[in-house]
């Protein structure tokens, strides 16, 4: 696994964080129904303790897993935004894998999440904001939307940074779900994020050496 992260912060102070958590799980049969309950449960948490990893397991015979850890999460604080990304990445044995993402956001800001080749340079890119998960860079790795949503509310809350104050806060919830096939190329999660106060670019990649008869070498 390989993270690589580019932050830059105009508000100093503890009010500012940022959080990722990757673990990998045994294979279990997961139907679509249970993938999305599994997101909205990790996305309604408001504990981000991390979690124990557990070890992975080697398996034999024809079900070889492309990926040495299955799930994502990413939480993002700052004093305008509250904002979490979950995601889970299930693969088959049969040559495809999904991924599945579902974003939860609170407050003022903009989040792009799309699947992008490791040699993707992280830095800002303006033109690339956006407010909704980002697929379009899918297609070079034989993948397709399964499954797309967003939903979007607001509400007047009590600000964070002065709880005297009543503030206009903007809700956005998105799901989206691609499934994946040979012929297979190599893909990282990138997450960019933009607001006011906050910027974070990241790109997180599987570990694609844990189990492969030919491991991966990332050139350019």
């Known amino acids: 696994m390989s993270i690589s992260r580019l932050l830059s912060q105009t508000l100093h102070g503890k009010e500012n964080s940022t959080a990722l958590d990757l673990r990998y799980d045994t294979p279990e049969p997961y139907s679509e129904q249970d993938l999305w309950d599994w997101l909205r449960n990790s996305t309604d948490l408001q504990d981000s303790r991390p979690r124990a990893k557990r070890r992975p397991m080697v398996k034999t015979g024809k079900f070889k897993k492309m990926f040495g850890w299955g799930d994502f999460h990413s939480n993002i604080k700052t004093v305008k935004l509250n904002l979490l990304i979950t995601g889970k990445i299930v693969d088959h044995g049969n040559g495809t894998f999904s991924v599945y993402f579902r974003h939860n956001s609170t407050g003022q800001g903009n989040v792009s999440v799309s699947l992008v080749p490791p040699t993707k340079i992280v830095e800002f890119d303006v033109a690339a904001q956006q407010s909704v998960i980002d697929a379009k860079d899918s297609k070079s790795f034989n993948c397709r939307i399964e499954y797309e949503k967003v939903e979007k509310g607001a509400k007047n809350t009590l600000c964070n940074y002065d709880p005297s104050k ?12 691609w499934l994946c096939s040979k012929p297979f190329k190599v893909i990282c999660i990138f997450i960019s994020f933009y607001s006011t106060d906050y910027k974070l670019v990241q790109k997180v990649c599987p570990d694609y050496n844990y189990h492969s008869d030919t491991p991966y070498f990332p050139s350019g």
């Open 166 to 177: 009543t503030c206009y806060q903007e809700q956005t919830q998105s799901h989206v779900s």
